[in-house]
Nanobody, 124 residues
Framework: VQLQAFGGGLVQAGGSLSLSCAASIRTFSIHIMGWFRQAPGKEREFVAAIGRRGGSTAYADSVKGRFTISRDNDRTVYLRMNSLKSEDTAVYFC???????????????????WGQGTQVTVSS
């Protein structure tokens, strides 16, 4: 399984950026897809996740209302980030996992395949 993330970059505070992640996996439709991020000196934290066939989503409180996760049938998951803040600066990772309920989307241990990460820098 390979995950390839695209779309990171430098943006001013208040701006927008979109990330995408392409997954090479045959059973894509039965997995959950998530985004995590890790800022320098901090633990990797949950950002957003989307369930099988896009049926349910979950967001960290810090991004709720600003970020939107979506997925298509072509093995790609997206993260649209609006109203970016300096505290959103981090390396963003996409991941694939399995969950039996949306409560499990937030748990890093539910994800067993990870992409290489893409840097998002928000200047204030």
């Amino acid at each position: 399984v390979q995950l390839q993330a695209f779309g990171g970059g430098l943006v001013q505070a208040g701006g927008s950026l979109s990330l995408s992640c392409a997954a090479s996996i045959r059973t894509f439709s039965i997995h959950i897809m998530g985004w995590f991020r890790q800022a320098p000196g901090k633990e990797r934290e949950f950002v957003a996740a989307i369930g099988r066939r896009g049926g349910s989503t979950a967001y960290a409180d810090s991004v709720k209302g600003r970020f939107t996760i979506s997925r298509d049938n072509d093995r790609t998951v997206y993260l649209r980030m609006n109203s970016l803040k300096s505290e959103d600066t981090a390396v963003y990772f996409c991941a694939i996992g399995r969950a039996t309920s949306s409560d499990e989307y937030y748990t890093r241990e539910r994800y067993n395949y990870w992409g290489q990460g893409t840097q998002v820098t928000v200047s204030s």
